[in-house]
Structure formats: C-alpha cells, structure tokens
C-alpha cells in the first residue's frame, strides 16, 4: 500500500521558519518525482516546489522563489520543504505529491497546515 506522510506543520510568526518533511512508503521513491502544493481555504491548489527524481534538478514558484528549498534524501524515502521568511500569505495546507517519471500514475498525501501568524 502506497503512503505520503507530511510532518513538520504548525503555527509561526512572520519571518520564521519551518521544515516540512513527506515520508514514503510502498513505492519505489527513486523512480518518482517530488511536489510540494499548497491550498489555502477557497483558493485552487498551487505547485510550490518540484524536484527531479534524482534531486539533479528545482523548481519554485516565483512567490517562494529564494525562501523556499525543496531537497529530498533518497536514502530514507523522503522529501523536504524548508520555508525561510515566512509570510502571512503562505497560510496553507501543504501537500506532498509523487509521480511516477514513466507514467501519469501519482500519489497524494493527507496535507500539514501551515499557519503564519503574529
């Protein structure tokens, strides 16, 4: 049975920081591609970050973009969000999203809230 588990949420001031952390389990996590999305009450999903299935190569959303680092330990099966600087408009539930890279076939996990709050 496939599984994504984040952890790492909770509530933070303005300027703080947070890791998340997605932990798989019954799939082969080399052979996936890694996402972090966002979704925050009455709004669409959002990509965040992407990372290749090697970690070879990055992408972020220009509202993240150089707070933000996604990174992934393939040792251990998991992928990381690391959130510097943290902004009021980042209140969300974060998602951990895998991709097979040969195919459509994708997981989800259950989401972390996120709140960013003086």
């Known amino acids: 049975q496939v599984q994504l588990v984040e952890s790492g949420g909770g509530l933070v001031q303005p300027g703080g920081s947070l890791k998340l952390s997605c932990t798989t389990s019954?799939?082969?996590?080399?052979?996936?591609?890694m996402r972090w999305y966002r979704q925050a009450p009455g709004k669409e999903r959002e990509l965040v970050a992407t990372i290749t299935s090697t970690g070879s190569r990055v992408n972020y959303a220009d509202s993240v973009k150089d707070r933000f680092t996604i990174s992934r330990d393939n040792a251990v099966n998991t992928v990381y969000l690391q959130m510097n600087s943290l902004k009021p408009e980042d209140t969300a539930v974060y998602y951990c999203n895998a991709q097979h890279i040969y195919s459509a076939t994708g997981y989800w996990g259950q989401g972390t809230q996120v709140t960013v709050s003086s």
């Open positions: 019954g799939l082969t996590f080399s052979n996936y591609r």
